[in-house]
């Protein structure tokens, strides 16, 4: 027997935030809203082969880098496509010392979370 991941809980400031922003860039849905947390997940809900997220507030996330970021695919268009819908979302790109020369792009979410957009696309 082994586990798998289900949740995976992001501390924040403004979960309302945060959960319409990883909504727009995974296709998720909001699916549970408690004591000011979010929990967002596909469509088919919490307990698919896909892990939900919840928004947790805080009023003091950790500081410094995180110890685990996300990284996405595109599904849908290339990389550079989905790249600069990721920026009209509100992503910025976040500097970790990269030499330019990387196949994926940092990127942090409204919040500074950092997480990477990697080149292949997913189906």
């Given amino acids: 027997m082994a586990c798998r991941i289900s949740e995976l809980v992001i501390d924040c400031r403004d ?67 989905e790249l600069e819908r990721l920026l009209a979302l509100g992503a910025r790109p976040a500097d970790v010392g990269q030499t330019g020369e990387e196949s994926w792009h940092v990127l942090a979410d409204p919040e500074g979370n950092e997480f990477c957009l990697l080149r292949a696309r997913l189906t």
Avoid at 33 to 44: F, H, L
């Fill in 15 to 81: 979960p309302q935030t945060l959960a319409a922003f990883w909504c727009e860039v995974l296709g998720f849905s909001v699916l549970d809203t408690e004591d000011g947390a979010v929990e967002i997940g596909p469509p088919e809900g919490f307990g698919g082969l896909q892990p939900t997220l919840i928004f947790s507030p805080s009023d003091d996330p950790t500081p410094g880098k995180l110890r685990l970021h996300i990284d996405v695919n595109a599904t849908d268009r290339d990389q550079d496509a």
